[in-house]
């Protein structure tokens, strides 16, 4: 059974969900901080947005151990006002599809598709 707790942070990650598809909250691609390059875990790419003045991170990190690639877990973080992670929410339900919609809009798939759709 959830929490409350859990509750309220399914619901926030389904409110950013929506407000990234309505195309009210923006997220842009950079590369991740140090911290996510230079040991375990590791990131590729970090998505971030500004939400009333809180900057949200997004990524997805891995870990190796050996040799050995464990699976991914998305991950969102809180900064602080250096940049630095302040706080990283729980493993939630619907932080995966974050992600994507978060990709689908950084991409702009829909820009994308509209082209293809065009050209005859």
């Known amino acids: ?8 942070w399914i619901q926030a990650i389904a409110n950013l969900i929506r407000l990234t598809q309505e195309k009210e909250l923006k997220w842009q691609a950079k590369p991740p901080p140090l911290r996510l390059t230079e040991d375990n875990p590791k990131a ?24 050995f690639f464990h699976s991914p ?5 809180l900064s602080n006002s250096d940049g630095h992670a302040a706080w990283a929410s729980p493993k939630i339900e619907g ?6 919609a978060v990709k ?3 991409i702009d798939v829909n820009d994308f598709l ?3 759709l065009k050209k005859k």
């Open 44 to 67: 590729d790419i970090m998505y971030v947005t500004d939400f009333e003045g809180q900057e949200l991170c997004l990524y997805e990190r891995y870990f190796f151990d050996h040799d």
């Open 1 to 8: 059974m959830l929490s409350e707790h859990q509750k309220k």
């Open 73 to 77: 877990e998305t991950v969102l973080e």
């Open 114 to 116: 509209e082209k293809i």
């Open 95 to 100: 932080l995966d599809d974050l992600l994507e």
């Open 104 to 106: 689908y809009q950084v």
